[in-house]
């Protein structure tokens, strides 16, 4: 299973149902695209938090997309980015979801219903 950035935001937070949620699926194998992990870094306001939430990411697998997500991003991008305001991170991270066969933890499912093939879960 792969998380979105929402949920990650709320586990860095610790916030109880994120980290309930999580302690429960611990067993199951959990990750993060690649542009989540970037997506977060791009959030922080100095080294200081950058360092911090960097040591805390290095307990998860993080998973690039690869060339074949990324040509399925751009044909879904293409068809959905006008009609349903699908944008370029999003493909992405939904097609390396895809990719990789795993489920997407999200609450932005609007977000990723157009994204061809991706199985999406509201985890808590």
């Known amino acids: 299973m792969l998380l979105d950035s929402d949920i990650m935001i709320d586990v860095l937070r610790g916030h109880a149902p994120a980290l309930n949620w999580l302690a429960s699926v ?6 993060l695209p690649g542009l989540v992990a970037m997506e977060l ?3 922080c306001r100095n ?4 360092q911090t939430l960097q040591l805390r ?4 697998s993080i998973h690039w997309p690869s060339p074949a997500d990324c040509y399925r991003a751009y044909v879904d991008f293409g068809n959905f980015r006008l009609s349903h305001n699908l944008g370029i991170l999003d493909a992405l991270i939904g097609h390396t979801a895809i990719g990789l066969g795993e489920p997407l933890a999200t609450f932005n499912i609007k ?3 157009v994204v ?3 199985a999406t879960l509201q985890p808590y």
């Open 111 to 113: 977000h990723f219903r």
């Open 57 to 60: 990411l290095a307990g998860f």
């Open 116 to 118: 061809s093939g991706l």
């Open 47 to 50: 080294m200081a938090e950058q």
């Open 26 to 31: 611990s067993a199951t194998s959990i990750g």
């Open 41 to 43: 870094v791009a959030g």
